[in-house]
Structures are given as structure tokens and as C-alpha cells.
């Protein structure tokens, strides 16, 4: 395992359409964030996996969003009827234990068009 | 509201010279702040964490300092090199939360030979 992976790295979707993207963090860390980042802008934080509980949620996280992380393993973020606003990069990261570096993945770039 | 600010403006310097570089945070009193590099397009990086309770922290050819006093943290890098050139981010703890970090919008380095 060479690090946190995120599936796909690139998505362009009409406006309206469902997406959702895969992260799958370093095997071994039961923490897991989702992030995202506008050009510009730090990434901002959206949601927090403890191994499979939800623990936090921004409120940045509307209720088109939603985030899963079944077995505690791998995560998915989907997102309903994207807007344009929804443009951004989507960041995963984990980490092993609380308040120590955070390991990202490369990102999904979502263009809604 | 907490804020964490960097210097807006890219920096540019010589191969060889070091770059440093602020992080400023009001409202809050962090127990420690992180460093990371990002390169474009890519997820950020883990360069550095220190503590309230340290001073300054160094790693190969970087140091952080962190002065509760002040509110500020620099990050140098000496004998400064062109792959050092990327966007550099700091973040801190969220107080509201548990496990999100608050990052700055970063601070992009230029280094030319």
C-alpha cells in the first residue's frame, strides 16, 4: 500500500447528474477526511470517518452530499443534482491517530458543466 | 471566527537563498500547527507538525517556528532549490471540532536557478 488512492482523478458531469468518487485510504488508518479545495483557497474540511461511524460534518455538506464508509474501509462521496458551485477538487486524506500529519490522496477534480 | 492567514502574494527568490515564509492565526490558541507542500494538481504533501509547547522544529533543510505569543509561525527553507517551488499550506486545528484542520489559502514559492 503505497498511499491514499482516489478514484477517478478527473470528472466532467452536466449539471443536475449524480457523482461519486472512491477513496481508499492507507490500509491501516482507522481515520479518515474529506476535503475539499477551490483554486485559490487551503482545502476545506467536510466530513470525518472514525473506521465506518460519520463522526463529524461540516456544514458545508449540504444534503446533496453524502459520504459512506461501509466496513470502515474504503469511502465514497456522492454527490446529487451538482451544481456549478460543486466545481472543486475533492480531497481524501487519513491518518493513523488523532492530531498528527494527515496523508492526502491526489484528488478528484469535479468540473460541472 | 478563527482565521489563518499566509502571505497572498507568490514569492520569488534565488536558488540558494532562503525562503521564508508566515502563518498568522487569530482567535484561537492552537495546540499545534502543520506545514504541507502542494503541488499543482496534486494532494498536499506532510512536511512538518509542532507543538505549543516547541519552539521551532527542523527537518533536513527546513525549520518551522511557532510563537504562541506573537500568533505566528514561520517556515524557512534554506539553501533553497527550484523543486522547492510549490505551494506551501499551513493549518491548525479546528477548536469547533474535533478532528478538521483549518488551512490557510498557502503561499506559492518560486525558486529560479
Known amino acids: 500500500d503505497t498511499g491514499v488512492s482516489q478514484d477517478p482523478r478527473h470528472k466532467i458531469t452536466k449539471r443536475g447528474q449524480n457523482v461519486t468518487f472512491r477513496c481508499d485510504p492507507i490500509?491501516?488508518?482507522?481515520?479518515l477526511y474529506w476535503y475539499r479545495q477551490t483554486l485559490g483557497q487551503g482545502p476545506e474540511f467536510l466530513t470525518y470517518?472514525?473506521?465506518?461511524?460519520?463522526?463529524?460534518k461540516s456544514r458545508l455538506l449540504s444534503d446533496r452530499f453524502s459520504a459512506e464508509r461501509p466496513k470502515g474501509s474504503f469511502s465514497t462521496l456522492e454527490i446529487q443534482r451538482t451544481e456549478q458551485g460543486d466545481s472543486a477538487m475533492y480531497l481524501c486524506?487519513?491518518?493513523?491517530?488523532?492530531?498528527?500529519?494527515?496523508?492526502f490522496g491526489q484528488g478528484t477534480r469535479l468540473t460541472v458543466v | 471566527s478563527q482565521k489563518i492567514e499566509q502571505n497572498s502574494e507568490a514569492l520569488n527568490i534565488q536558488e540558494g537563498k532562503t525562503a521564508t515564509l508566515t502563518c498568522n492565526y487569530t482567535?484561537?490558541?492552537?495546540?499545534?500547527l502543520q506545514w504541507y507542500r502542494q503541488d499543482p494538481g496534486r494532494g498536499p504533501v506532510f512536511l512538518l507538525l509542532i507543538r505549543e509547547n516547541e519552539k521551532e522544529k527542523r527537518k533536513e533543510r527546513l525549520k518551522v517556528t511557532f510563537d504562541t505569543t506573537l500568533k505566528q509561525s514561520l517556515f524557512h527553507i534554506t539553501a533553497s532549490q527550484p523543486a522547492d517551488s510549490a505551494t506551501y499550506l499551513c493549518a491548525h486545528p479546528n477548536s469547533n471540532s474535533g478532528y478538521a484542520l483549518n488551512f490557510g489559502k498557502g503561499t506559492s514559492l518560486l525558486v529560479t536557478p
Open positions: 482567535n484561537y490558541s492552537p495546540a499545534y
Open positions: 486524506a487519513s491518518s493513523l491517530e488523532m492530531n498528527t500529519e494527515a496523508f
Open positions: 470517518f472514525q473506521n465506518e461511524a460519520q463522526l463529524e
Open positions: 490500509s491501516e488508518h482507522n481515520r
